[in-house]
């Protein structure tokens, strides 16, 4: 118990929901950065998937010339 009777835990509990209106906030905040993240993400795959497959075509030819 805390000074005056109350237990040391009463200021926690009001303080509780303040708390989670805070991380609500942050993670409005963030949601933005965090989605753009997402997408630069998913655009690099795309392109290192495009690289290989011109890869894989470049080498086909190159030994399509070898062969002839």
Do not use: T
């Not at 942050?26 to 890869?55: I, S």
């Amino acid at each position: 118990m805390a000074a005056g009777g109350a237990p040391c835990w009463a200021g926690l509990v009001g303080e509780a929901p303040a708390g989670a209106a805070a991380a609500r906030g942050w993670e409005e905040a963030l949601a933005p950065r965090m989605q753009q993240q997402q997408q630069q993400q998913q655009r690099q795959q795309r392109v290192e998937k495009q690289l290989q497959q011109e890869q894989s075509l470049l080498l086909q030819l190159l030994q399509q010339q070898h062969q002839e």
